[in-house]
């Protein structure tokens, strides 16, 4: 198995055109810091799933992505008005979104908190499971059996990546996001963006060397 297979960016949102984003994020930034409701919630609508998908990965539990999700948009809302377009959308509203998780993992280890993950647990109020998430579409039952065996190693390996590895990875490797994109989340250089992605995967190929 390499980083590159489709099977571990298959979570990867498909990339819209660079122009309409941008046409569709200016128009939609302008309506935002008018205060208009509706494109809120459209904002939240058009988001919200990303956000928690990579709080869900970074924190490892649900729930906890669930009210970071919240936490994340409550604290965009409130910092609308200072945002000057240095970056897309997307990728402001993934910086809030590690810093709240960061926050969160601070406030886990005060605590002596240890959570795990788990691939059977619901997520939200669904009764999908992270698993069925992360299933191979199409497959016979022995070859989707085969795809969720190397799936949870791969999952298993990534969250015990240190965690500046883990987001470096999650963003660029899973999120789709671009090294500058990513620098831009993490609030780095790209240089270590670069970095921190090179030893994050370099390590999960040796975990799973035997995949």
């Keep these: 198995m390499t980083l590159d297979d489709e099977e571990f960016r298959s979570s990867a949102p498909a990339a819209q055109p660079y122009s309409a984003r941008i046409s569709f994020e200016s128009e939609l930034l302008e309506k935002l810091?008018?205060?208009?409701?509706?494109?809120?919630?459209?904002?939240?609508?058009?988001?919200?799933?990303?956000?928690?998908?990579?709080?869900?990965?970074?924190?490892?539990?649900?729930?906890?992505?669930?009210?970071?999700?919240?936490?994340?948009?409550?604290?965009?809302?409130?910092?609308m008005s200072k945002f000057r377009g240095e970056s897309g959308l997307k990728t402001w509203l993934f910086r809030i979104a590690v810093n709240e998780s960061r926050n969160r993992f601070r406030w886990w280890k005060r605590r002596k908190r240890d959570r795990t993950i788990s691939l059977d647990a619901t997520i939200g109020d669904s009764e999908?499971?992270?698993?069925?998430?992360?299933?191979?579409?199409?497959?016979?039952?022995?070859?989707?059996?085969?795809?969720?065996?190397?799936?949870?190693?791969?999952?298993?390996?990534?969250?015990?990546?240190?965690?500046?590895?883990?987001?470096?990875?999650?963003?660029?490797?899973?999120?789709?996001?671009?090294?500058?994109?990513?620098?831009?989340?993490?609030?780095?250089?790209i240089g270590t963006v670069k970095s921190r992605i090179s030893r994050g995967r370099e390590e999960l190929r040796r975990r799973l060397k035997d995949l």
């Design 128 to 189: 999908m499971t992270l698993s069925d998430t992360i299933a191979d579409r199409g497959l016979s039952p022995e070859g989707e059996a085969l795809a969720r065996e190397r799936r949870a190693a791969l999952n298993s390996a990534l969250l015990d990546l240190p965690i500046a590895f883990r987001e470096a990875v999650i963003l660029c490797d899973i999120e789709g996001l671009s090294y500058d994109e990513t620098a831009l989340a993490l609030d780095i250089g």
């Design 33 to 79: 810091k008018a205060n208009d409701a509706a494109a809120f919630d459209e904002f939240v609508d058009k988001y919200s799933g990303d956000v928690f998908s990579l709080l869900y990965r970074l924190t490892e539990n649900a729930d906890d992505a669930a009210e970071l999700t919240q936490e994340t948009f409550l604290n965009a809302f409130r910092s």
